[in-house]
């Protein structure tokens, strides 16, 4: 036996269209990867540090990412003001710091974890030169 029913019919309105692709949004990455756009290859969006820490809810809320990827440090932002305002926005995906090399990782975590312990947190450490040129 076939049931042909929508279940969803009495919903007002669709998902929005982050939550649908998994969209990632990539948060203060465009200084120190210049030459890399994965917005081809993935459902990205990336914008600046002042731009996210800036959004409003609303904004957010329909933008709604699956991923946040930021540097450790942006400017004069450092991950405990992204963790805090990915906290503000009860964001529930997964909050990533991309590294190149970091000493200790845990203790980025735990110092995450005491000022926004909502949030999905971890340090990810990449090891391609291409994403993070080192200084000359």
Not at 88 to 114: C, Q, W
């Amino acid at each position: 036996m076939i049931i042909n029913h929508d279940f969803g019919a009495g919903r007002s309105k669709s998902p929005p269209l982050g939550a649908q692709l998994g969209l990632v949004l990539f948060v203060g990455l465009e200084k120190d990867s210049p030459d890399i756009d994965l917005s081809k290859h993935l459902h990205a969006l990336s914008v600046s540090s002042r731009t996210f820490m800036s959004l409003e809810r609303a904004t957010f809320d329909c933008l709604a990412p699956r991923l946040v990827m930021t540097p450790l440090l942006s400017g004069n932002l450092d991950v405990l003001d992204f963790a805090q305002k990915l906290q503000t926005l009860d964001f529930n995906g997964r909050y990533r710091a991309v590294v190149r090399k970091l000493p200790d990782a845990t203790m980025i975590s735990r110092e995450v974890e005491n000022v926004a312990p909502e949030v999905d947190f971890a340090v990810t450490e990449i090891y391609c030169d291409a994403a993070f040129p080192t200084p000359s």
